[in-house]
């Protein structure tokens, strides 16, 4: 059910002016939460409008839900494609990698640089680092307040 709801989001929030961030499916498919962006950041309205688009989408489609939940990613924003990284290079981010690399980190946070052939290169402390993609277990943006 994820990837076939993932490519129905996707395409119906392209066609409403939003991205698709992440879905997440919980409770047997019974709870769903799709996280959406746009330039300039997500509204109350926006979500409310959303929702209700998806609500009828839905019903037309045959997905069965208990709870529907709309909302913006949050400023710790998830990167998950190769676009996310070029879109919010220069700002600060947090990534974590499946394997470590030769001094045993998995961690790194600093400036993302930009991504180029599937490696995003952050700086760290000054050191430009660079980062495959498929190799992510997760990277998302650093909250600056």
Do not use: W
């Not at 309205?45 to 839905?58: G, K, N, P, Q, W």
């Not at 924003?77 to 700002?91: E, K, S, V, W, Y």
């Not at 952050?122 to 050191?127: A, L, M, P």
Request: aromatic share 6%; net charge negative; charged share 30%.
């Amino acid at each position: 059910m994820a990837n076939a709801l993932e490519g129905i989001l996707e395409t119906t929030l392209a066609g409403l002016g939003f991205e698709l961030v992440d879905t997440q499916v919980s409770n047997r498919g019974r709870f769903l939460r799709i996280f959406m962006d746009k330039p300039g950041g997500i509204t109350v309205e926006d979500c409310a409008l959303v929702s209700r688009h998806l609500m009828r989408l839905f019903e037309v489609e045959g997905i069965d839900y208990d709870r529907l939940e709309v909302s913006s990613p949050g400023l710790d924003r998830p990167l998950r494609h190769p676009a996310d990284f070029a879109r919010f290079a220069g700002q600060r981010v947090d990534v974590k990698m499946r394997a470590a690399d030769e001094q045993g980190r998995r961690r790194f946070v600093g400036v993302l640089r930009g991504v180029e052939s599937a490696t995003a290169t952050v700086e760290v402390d000054g050191v430009p680092v660079a980062l495959r993609l498929d190799g992510m277990e997760r990277a998302r943006l650093v909250p600056e307040l």
